[in-house]
């Protein structure tokens, strides 16, 4: 069973940084690109990163306009995980935090479709 679970959100002031990570069971880890998405309080869904298994890159990312420069994706194999570092924070940042994925041939960092497994989410509050 596909397993992904958000850790790492919290309460942090404008300028500040968090950590989040994904960890993931249940798939080849290695060969999956994983998303990350937001979801602030009435408003739609958008990716903010992500980062390609082997099949379609081993490592290549990208970001949402809204953040790069300030946020970096990464992932450890050895771990099952994929991280999230946040930095500059903005109130605007706010949001559930959610990770994705889905197996190579439905899912893909370069195309726009969603994946189909999510985690629960962690919440991220930026105060101004």
């Known amino acids: 069973q596909v397993q992904l679970v958000e850790s790492g959100g919290g309460l942090v002031q404008s300028g500040g940084s968090l950590r989040l990570s994904c960890a993931a069971s249940g798939f080849s880890f290695e060969l999956y690109d994983i998303g990350w998405f937001r979801q602030a309080p009435g408003k739609e869904r958008e990716g903010v990163s992500c980062i390609t298994g082997i099949p379609h890159g081993n490592g290549s990312t990208n970001y949402a306009q809204s953040v790069k420069g300030r946020f970096t994706i990464t992932r450890d194999n050895s771990r099952n995980t994929v991280y999230l570092q946040m930095d500059s924070l903005k109130p605007e940042d706010t949001a559930v935090y959610y990770c994705?994925?889905?197996?190579?041939?439905?899912?893909?960092?370069?195309?726009?479709?969603?994946?189909?497994?999510w985690g629960q989410g962690t919440q991220v509050t930026v105060s101004s």
């Open positions: 994705a994925t889905d197996k190579p041939s439905l899912y893909q960092c370069l195309q726009t479709i969603p994946p189909d497994y």
